[in-house]
Nanobody, 121 residues
Framework: QIRLAESGGGLVQPGGSLRLSCAAS????????MGWYRQSPGKQRELVAA???????NYADSVKGRFTISKDNAKNTVYLQMNSLKPEDTAVYFC???????????????WGQGTQVTVSS
């Protein structure tokens, strides 16, 4: 079974940094894209950053210049470096990936279980 395993969340003070990791495992044929979403209480789910297999990146306007997404294809892993964190960045961050499994020749979106990021003094 394909799984996305997230790590790196935690409590940080405003202006601090965190680095999130998400590793995809299982019988994977290919990964078309990986990214991060976040969800705060009472708010809609928001795309934070994404990267395609070709290396194209996309960021929410609110995080441009502060967050950087990167990937390691050999490890099927995506990272989100978060700098200059603000209280409004507080949310559960979910890894997302569009994956083609070996057993099913179709694109499927997978989600991690989420990791809590809290920015507070």
């Amino acid at each position: 079974q394909i799984r996305l395993a997230e790590s790196g969340g935690g409590l940080v003070q405003p202006g601090g940094s965190l680095r999130l990791s998400c590793a995809a495992s299982g019988t994977i044929r290919s990964i078309n894209a990986m990214g991060w979403y976040r969800q705060s209480p009472g708010k809609q789910r928001e795309l934070v950053a994404a990267v395609t297999s070709g290396g194209s990146t996309n960021y929410a306007d609110s995080v441009k210049g502060r967050f950087t997404i990167s990937k390691d294809n050999a490890k099927n892993t995506v990272y989100l470096q978060m700098n200059s964190l603000k209280p409004e960045d507080t949310a559960v961050y979910f890894c997302n990936a569009e994956i083609v499994p070996h057993t099913i020749a179709t694109r499927i979106r997978y989600w991690g279980q989420g990791t809590q990021v809290t920015v507070s003094s």
